[in-house]
Structures are given as C-alpha cells and as structure tokens.
C-alpha cells in the first residue's frame, strides 16, 4: 500500500513510522524543508534506540528507512491508496489541503484526517468525493500509543471506513470506532479527570499534590490529573477543553478552568516551560500530599464518579460501543481499568448515589445523573457480564 503523510512534524512522523514498519510505501509531505529534514533525523535516533534496546535489527532499520521518502510537493502524494492529514488544528487549513489533495490522488484514494477536534463532516464537506474521507486518530506518541480512533463523518462510506479500521488493525493497533462529535471518546470523556480535580482544588479542599497522590494510590491512575497536565501542556489541554465546551454548546460539564487560564496565561505550561502546577527547576523540591485517608477517598470518589458518568453518557449517546470506549480509555490514555468496568464493579446504585449527592450539594447541571445509570441501575443491569 502506498501512504501519504501530510506534516512532517511529531505526529505526522510517527503514523509515517507506523506505516513504514508495517510494509507500506511512505511519502511524508511538508511544505518546510527543514521539518522534513528534522523528520528525517528524528527516526534515525528513534531506530538507532531501538536497535540498541533490541527491539530490531540493523537491517529492520535499513528497510523501515527505505520505506519511507521525504517530499515537498503534494503532487508526490498522486500515487497513494491512503493519505492521512497531520497538520495544524486549523479547519479552514485542513480543507485547503485535501480541496488541494483531491485533483492529484485517484478516486478511490482514502482522504483522512488525524484531528483531535474538528468536525469530519466539515473536512468532508470540502471534497468533490466526501465518501472518501474519514478521521483516522492516532495518540502521540504515534509509534508507542496502541490506540486510533477511526471516525466516519456523516458521508463517510461504508468500504472506506471497513478498509480504514482494517488498514490500521493491519498496523498492529487496537481500533476503536467512534461518532464524528466533539472529542470523540478519549477526549471528550476524559474531561473530568482534569476538570473535577480542578473544580476540587478552587473549592479548597486539596492541593496539586494531594488530589494527584488520591487518583494514583487509590485509582492506580499512572499520573495524577496535575501532573499529566503539566506533562501535556497546560496551554494545550486548556485549548481542548475550551473547544470541546464551545463545541458542546456550553454545556457546564465541560467548562474550562479559570485557574488552568490563568496558568496558561502566566506562562506556566507545565514540564516545557520549566513550571506549572509544581516546578520543574533543577532542585526544586516536589510538596508532600496530606496524608488524610478519608479525604483521598473522598477526592478518588468524586473524580472517578464523574469519569464513569461521562463514559456511560457517551454510550447513552451512542458515541461508540461499551467495548470500544474502555478500550479506547485504557489504551489511549493508559487508565488503570475501563470505566464502564470500574461502574460495573462499584455497582450501579453507587454511582447513581455519588452523583445525586453532587448535584444535591451543587444543584449545577455539571453533575446530572446520566440517564443510563439511572436505567441500569433500576433495571439492576451492568455493562458487561
């Protein structure tokens, strides 16, 4: 299979990497030398690492090498059965692009897009053949992050999308399908794992490092909601929870932080700025957590209900199976179990009580009850057997 990759940056060179490992002929696409040169680069350290660590040899490393080409024309990309978009979160861009695309690849070229964010049906809406295209999202870092979320926008046909999730099953990662609505599943059903911790630490009930200590000692999550978000960039993860509002109509279960604003505002990413919830200077001394058992299970409690609420919200909403949303919150951002499981094991009648009990102390509509629990749990059913 021939591939296009357009963006020759981290992403876009790592789906080239992808690709390339599993046999196909690549072409990376950028319009910046440099990036392309940098790309180039890039993989060669990456494959020299692996090669040292003996996940390959040196002739593995010769052929993923020769796999791929580095090109600055997006007519170089004629020749492609699939071309996936990597580029900047930018629709009037993105539909430039493959508008652009579209009069170099064959009609039966797959157009797809790797957004986070945007609208499929919107990039589709800019083709002359909109079948064609579908959201193809893979998780940075591409060649590390089994999970890709294949999107069919409304247009989206049927062979392009089966040959989709089997082109991406053919490169060794795990497919979850979901609806073309805003964050898709990992995005968008992670939001309270940012949101609540902060919403706890504005309420003063815990700091930084006491709501991280509770979510990874009693949740078994890798990183508390702090540090990831500092790991991320607090810039970047305000931007996406700021879309994903807008994108909801406002809906107050995902209204942004004023505190993550601020941050972002003062400069405060996070790891790359040298601070953000903690600081990243050489020497600086990480803050203890209180060390208070009620507190922590109150604070692991509260966030995991919400995440649960989110999840099965999203099933009510038929944004993806039962199946793919845990599989997508387990190998998309490493949680320590799915989170329809997790309300399986709880037990219904707990995270309906744990909700009520929010939105009875709050009366916001931030903590409705989804309607799903509330069925289930009447109907005494879970999510799995």
Known sequence: MNVGIIGGGTMGSGIAQVAATAGCKVKLYDTNQAALDKAKAALEKILVRLIEKGRIDSE???????????????????????????????LDIKQKVFSELENYVADDCIIASNTSSLSIA???????????????HFFNPAPLMKLV???????????????????IKDWTKVVAVAKDTPGFIVNRVARPFYGEALRIYEEGL?????????????????????????????????????????????????????????????????????????????GAIKPAPIEDKALAQQIFDRVLV??????????????????????????????????????????????????????????????RCSPLLRKMNRENKTFFN
């Open 306 to 367: 919400m995440l649960i609420n989110e999840a099965a919200d999203a099933l009510f909403l038929n944004i993806a199976s039962a199946a793919d949303i845990d599989t997508a919150m387990t190998k998309g951002v490493n949680y320590p179990k799915g989170l329809l499981a997790w309300a399986d094991e709880k037990g219904m009648d707990w995270c309906v009580s744990k909700m009520d009990e929010l939105y009875n102390e709050y009366h916001e509509d931030r903590y």
């Open 60 to 90: 593995e490393k010769i052929r993923i090498q020769s796999n791929i080409s580095y090109v600055d024309s997006l007519k170089a990309l004629g020749d492609s059965h699939l071309t996936i978009e990597a580029i900047i979160e930018n």
């Open 149 to 167: 979320e294949v999107i069919p926008a409304i247009q989206t046909s049927e062979a392009v999308l089966e040959k989709s999730i089997q082109t």
């Open 122 to 136: 919107s990039i589709a809406a800019s083709l002359n053949k909109p079948e064609r295209c579908v959201g193809i």
């Open 206 to 282: 815990a700091d930084f490092a006491t709501i991280d200590h509770s979510l990874k000692t009693l949740g078994g999550f890798r990183m508390g909601p702090f540090e990831l978000m500092d790991f991320i960039g607090n810039d970047v993860n305000y931007t996406v929870t700021e879309t994903v509002f807008t994108a909801f109509y406002f809906d107050p279960r995902y209204k942004p932080s004023f505190t993550q604003k601020r941050f972002a505002e003062a400069g405060y990413l996070g790891r790359k700025s040298g601070k953000g919830y903690y600081d990243y200077t050489e």
